[in-house]
């Protein structure tokens, strides 16, 4: 069960360095997913409603608090799973993959996600749209220098307005729309190479839990989407209010029931 993964792997970190620990963790991430979607299926069968955060939470929650923080990753899967539910062509053209490239009989595998072109774009039109860090991290400036007009003083302390650059209708068409093929089939990364997409920074100081992040989105938001249908009450899932704060947060969470897609054979293997 994914309860139990998650405390032998509370216990990894008593006996091993950080870097062995987290090694460790990510290429178990797999189980721990399974596992949740074995008890969302039992939760399923009770009509339990699922708090999609705490989901988030939960699965990332031992791995990230030692590298970048659990709020982060869960806060960009809640919005994740509610703009893709919010737009029923984008969740068609996913579930549609889902199901070519995985089937019905069988969860989603870590080794799926390459073989799925739409999901990353949803995924990269997600961080876009709602970076998790607003400001980013502060950073101090080396020198003196002059950005559009400004002359910035040595030692200053900058923060980079990431969401706001992303609402720039003189740069973006429809910035405040979620449209996944603004990035489908397009070069653009979030490793921090190209300036239209940082949501994790740039740099020595970008975030160093950039690839685990990256990776447990695109795996959280694939298994969950391709395991189960699910219904949300209308005023929360289109309600998309943000609560700033270090991180943004849906300004209402999305809790909601989980309807199996999968034959039950998936879930009782």
């Keep these: 069960m994914a309860w139990k993964t998650l405390k032998q792997q509370e216990d990894v970190f008593s006996s091993h360095t950080i870097t062995e620990a987290i090694w460790i963790i990510t290429y178990d991430t797999a189980s721990v997913v399974h596992g949740l979607l074995k008890q969302l299926y039992l939760a399923s069968m009770t009509k339990n409603s699922v708090n999609i955060a705490e989901l988030a939470f939960m699965a ?15 806060s960009t899967f809640e919005w994740g799973m509610a703009e893709i539910l919010r737009k029923p ?3 068609k ?8 490239v995985v089937g019905k009989d069988q969860f989603v595998e870590e080794s799926d996600i390459s073989n799925l072109p739409y999901l990353p774009a ?16 502060p950073r101090s400036t080396n ?30 068409e429809d910035p405040y729309e979620f449209k996944p093929e603004r990035f489908l089939g397009s070069n653009i990364d979030v490793k921090g190479h190209d300036f239209n997409l940082i949501p994790f920074g740039s740099g020595n100081r970008s975030r160093i839990g950039l690839p685990l992040g990256h990776h447990m989105v695109h795996f959280y938001l694939a298994a969950l989407i391709h395991a189960f249908e699910w219904e949300f009450p209308d005023d929360i899932l289109d309600n998309v209010e943000e609560r700033m704060g ?4 849906k300004g ?10 999968l034959s039950d054979s998936a879930y009782l293997h």
């Excluded at 053209?93 to 070519?100: G, Y």
């Design 60 to 74: 990332s929650g031992n791995i990230e608090m030692f590298v970048a923080g659990t709020e982060t990753t869960s």
């Design 89 to 91: 062509d984008a969740y």
């Design 93 to 100: 053209k996913i579930v549609m993959e889902l199901d070519q």
């Design 122 to 137: 949803a995924v990269k039109e997600v961080f876009w749209l709602h970076p998790a860090i607003p400001l980013l991290v």
């Design 143 to 172: 020198e003196a220098c002059e950005v559009s007009g400004y002359h910035i003083r040595k030692g200053c302390i900058v923060l980079v307005n990431v969401w706001g650059m992303a609402r720039d209708p003189s740069v973006w």
């Design 246 to 249: 270090l991180t943004i947060q």
């Design 252 to 261: 209402k969470t999305l809790v909601g029931l989980p309807k199996p897609r």
